[in-house]
């Protein structure tokens, strides 16, 4: 099993910034691709970014290369989302997930693993 806990979500004005955290523990970090996700409401739960086990690969959604990126500290089995320039539309839970498939899966079903989420609301 592994346990992950998100952080960091807010309220942040139309291009500010926030950087989530996702503490995991349990089984060894370094041995699981971690994922970011969001749902908005009434939408369904959509990629927004990944990392590679080793951390030497990440991916985004078209929606916020070059605005968001993804890391992870191995030796502390943290995984962060850094959030620029954030719109409105960025609004949603965040959830973080690690899962032993494919490296930079877009799929949430190769997700093993979930946090409960963590609220980011983009707004004036």
């Known amino acids: 099993q592994v346990q992950l806990v998100e952080s960091g979500g807010g309220l942040v004005q139309p291009g500010g910034s926030l950087r989530l955290s996702c503490a995991t523990s349990?089984?060894?970090?370094?041995?699981?691709?971690m994922g970011w996700f969001r749902q908005a409401p009434g939408k369904e739960r959509q990629f927004v970014a990944a990392?590679?086990?080793?951390?030497?690969?990440?991916y985004y959604a078209d929606s916020v290369k070059g605005r968001f990126t993804i890391s992870r500290d191995n030796a502390n089995n943290m995984a962060y989302l850094q959030m620029n320039s954030l719109k409105p539309e960025d609004t949603a839970v965040y959830y973080c997930?690690?899962?032993?498939?494919?490296?930079?899966?877009?799929?949430?079903?190769?997700?093993?693993?979930w946090g409960q989420g963590t609220q980011v609301t983009v707004s004036s």
């Open positions: 997930a690690a899962g032993r498939g494919s490296a930079g899966s877009t799929y949430d079903g190769n997700y093993d693993y």
């Open positions: 349990g089984r060894t970090f370094s041995n699981y691709n």
């Open positions: 990392v590679s086990r080793s951390g030497g690969g990440t």
